[in-house]
């Protein structure tokens, strides 16, 4: 996860520091921008 976030520039150590600025607002937002109702699918998978 470090080396992953360092390639993307983001310093890890600074999650705890931000931890308490996710709302339920935030959240929210970041599902509705994310998420794309007309790009949804569905897999039905059976065991045998």
Do not use: C, P, Q, R
Request: charged fraction near 25%.
């Amino acid at each position: 996860m470090f080396v992953s976030d360092y390639f993307k520039g983001i310093n890890s150590f600074e999650y705890l520091d931000n931890y308490n600025l996710v709302t339920l607002d935030f959240t929210t937002k970041i599902l509705e921008e994310v998420f794309d109702e007309n790009k949804m699918v569905v897999s039905i998978a059976k065991g045998e």
